[in-house]
């Protein structure tokens, strides 16, 4: 079994409940060099808002700090975006899902940088 497989087996249980539930789902991906997060249906068929490092507004705001999209502070302002790109929506209310990453470095500093701006979960 490799990483990937095992971190999709991990968000197993958090998808399910998550589906359960009947709420707006914040999904989060991250690679080596970028962050990714989406606001899905309940359904999970349609991505309501989404926000990336691959932005080019992003990736110009990047360009002057240190590092590009793989850091803590990129992932900051990645989570600050999907909640203001919510809110615009009428989204306040979501159930995050880490994908079965932990809740730990980028992860979480994208999760607290949506809470901080408004988003609950």
Request: glycine residues 8%.
């Amino acid at each position: 079994m490799d990483k990937k497989t095992s971190r999709l087996r991990r968000a197993v249980p958090t998808r399910r409940k998550i589906a359960q539930l009947r709420m707006h789902r914040l999904a989060v991906f991250r690679s080596n060099q970028h962050i990714y997060a989406n606001i899905t249906t309940p359904d999970g068929d349609r991505v309501l808002v989404s926000a990336s490092t691959n932005e080019a507004e992003i990736r110009q705001q990047l360009a002057s700090e240190t590092g590009r999209g793989g850091n803590t502070s990129a992932a900051a302002i990645i989570g600050k975006r999907v909640a203001e790109k919510a809110k615009a929506a009428g989204i306040e209310q979501v159930a995050f899902d880490r994908a079965g990453y932990r809740f730990h470095g980028r992860v979480k500093a994208l999760a607290e940088a949506a809470r901080e701006a408004g988003l609950k979960f």
